[in-house]
């Protein structure tokens, strides 16, 4: 994801650093040091305002964004967050980032992923054993997904504007549907639909150009094999409007430039 692109460099980064650094230091507090000076940085989960490091533990310590995911949803939902963190940071292939880990393997140390709101805070600890656990286990793509989908649920309902309420997104059978309430009397579904299906084939490029974390979910949809549809329930007529775009539509709007 594109956060977590930024923090690769930075490890990456911190790799150089580490290798001009005096050898009185541990190589995994010189990571830290050099990590922490590039911070704030902006991940999945809020912005990562720190690492440090204690006996026991190297720990990530988040200031949680409530637009992305509420606080409350994510404290109560420990291993949809722990997974998530899996597949976003662990199963990286990136070398500095595995040096890192590998690094930290070999210490004995755990991961403590603690996330901060405001005079509010938890914490997820994962200890040396389970962490080599976590690195070894496979994760299928589907599951992926699925992890990926419960995460966008923890910000569920969503008001997007004065007429529209996103309230759910599911897998179901060949589709990957996100699905939205509209004030239909304001606006008739029908009178919408043209103009709709433009707003979303814009805004589907645009994530792909920038690399954003919706478009690596996207790319997760498109490997699988899924469509993507866009389901918009009236209100007040009771209606049902769907905007579907099938893989092959997909995979064309991946390698299409936005329009200037």
């Keep these: 994801m594109k956060a977590h692109l930024k923090l690769i460099s930075i ?4 790799a150089i650093m580490a290798s001009m650094t005096s050898c009185s230091k541990s190589k995994i507090d010189q990571f830290i040091d050099s990590v922490n000076d590039e911070c704030p940085v902006s991940t999945e989960f809020g912005v990562l305002t720190e690492l440090s490091s204690s006996d026991k533990m190297v720990s990530f310590n988040y200031t949680v964004d409530n637009k992305i995911i509420p606080f409350p949803k994510l404290k109560a939902n420990p291993d949809v967050v722990k997974k998530m963190w899996k597949i976003t940071f662990l199963d990286d292939k990136d070398k500095t980032k595995n040096e890192f880990v590998n690094e930290i ?3 004995g140390k755990g991961v403590q992923l603690t996330f901060n709101d405001n005079n509010q805070h938890f914490s997820i600890d994962i200890n040396n054993n389970e962490l080599k656990s976590l690195i070894q286990q496979k994760i299928p793509a589907n599951e992926q997904m699925q992890i990926q989908i419960d995460i966008t649920k923890l910000n569920l309902p969503k008001v997007l ?3 529209t309420t996103m309230v759910d997104i599911k897998l179901e059978n060949d589709f990957v549907t996100y ?12 009178e919408m639909e ?9 805004g589907i490029k645009n994530e792909f150009a920038q690399g954003s ?5 996207f790319k997760t949809v498109i490997d699988m094999g899924k469509s993507l549809r866009y389901q918009y329930n009236g209100t007040k007529s009771g209606e049902t409007l769907n905007i579907d775009f099938t893989n092959n539509e997909l995979r064309q709007l991946a390698t ?4 200037m």
Excluded: R
């Excluded at 103009?195 to 084939?201: L, M, P």
């Excluded at 299409?256 to 329009?259: H, I, L, V």
């Design 105 to 107: 393997l070999a210490s």
């Design 213 to 217: 974390p919706l478009a690596v979910f």
């Design 179 to 190: 699905c939205y309430n509209i004030n239909d009397e304001v606006l008739p579904l029908k």
């Design 11 to 14: 490890i990456a980064i911190a």
């Design 256 to 259: 299409t430039k936005p329009a």
């Design 194 to 202: 043209s103009n709709q299906k433009v707003n979303i084939v814009n």
């Design 161 to 163: 504007d004065e007429m």
